[in-house]
Structure formats: structure tokens, C-alpha cells
């Protein structure tokens, strides 16, 4: 199975910016489609952001512009640059790993990692 290990979370004020890294280790990486989403306590995990084996990509309206999703499949990792953060995007945030979907429903994804916290202060 693929092992997922998020790393890149912390405190960061609103405006500005982190890179979440999520590394990977299995076989034939480079043929999954990839994905971050978050959660808050007590709410359901939301999707965030796509990225297909291919390259394409999808956003939630809620980050498109300000995220960006990218895979290096030579490193296995899977990175998500966030700009212009806000105290709202607050949340644990995990990657996952489908292969055979790229959808935003968590629940198409095969494999997670344990998460990253992201917290934006005001």
C-alpha cells in the first residue's frame, strides 16, 4: 500500500504563505491521482485541491487563485503552495492518494496521511 506523510503545517499570519509537502512511498506513483484535503474539529473533511496523474488539476472555489497543487513524481511528494492565507482556512490539512479516481469526494481516495495542522492568526 502507499504511505502518505504530511510535513510543512504551522502558524503563519493572515497574508502570507506556507508549502505543505506530502511524501509518498509505494509503487508506481506517478500513476495515482493526488489530493489535499482539510478538516476542522467537528465539521467534515473538505476537499481542497487535485492533482491527476497526468498533471491537471482541480480547486475548491473556496482556494482557487490563492493554492496551487503540484506533484514531483521523481521525488514522490505532492506539494500544495498556499498564498494569501486566511484565519478561515484554519484546519488540519492531509493529502491522499486514488488510483483509480480523481474526484473531490474523500471518500474515492484509497490512501491518507495523518495530517498537517494549519493555523493563520488574524
Known amino acids: 500500500q502507499v504511505q502518505l506523510e504530511e510535513s510543512g503545517g504551522g502558524l503563519v499570519q493572515a497574508g502570507g504563505s506556507l508549502r505543505l509537502s506530502c511524501a509518498a512511498s509505494?509503487?508506481?506513483?506517478?500513476?495515482?491521482?493526488l489530493a489535499w484535503f482539510r478538516q476542522v474539529p467537528g465539521k467534515e473533511r473538505e476537499f481542497v485541491a487535485l492533482?491527476?496523474?497526468?498533471?491537471?488539476?482541480t480547486y475548491a472555489d473556496s482556494v482557487k487563485g490563492r493554492f496551487s497543487i503540484s506533484r514531483d513524481d521523481a521525488k514522490n511528494t505532492v506539494y500544495l503552495q498556499m498564498n494569501s492565507l486566511k484565519p478561515e482556512d484554519t484546519a488540519v490539512y492531509y493529502c491522499?492518494?486514488?488510483?483509480?479516481?480523481?474526484?473531490?469526494?474523500?471518500?474515492?481516495?484509497?490512501?491518507w496521511g495523518r495530517g498537517t495542522q494549519v493555523t493563520v492568526s488574524s
Open positions: 509505494g509503487r508506481a506513483f506517478s500513476s495515482y491521482d
Open positions: 491522499a492518494a486514488s488510483r483509480l479516481y480523481s474526484s473531490i469526494y474523500s471518500s474515492r481516495y484509497d490512501y
Open positions: 492533482v491527476n496523474w497526468n498533471g491537471g488539476s
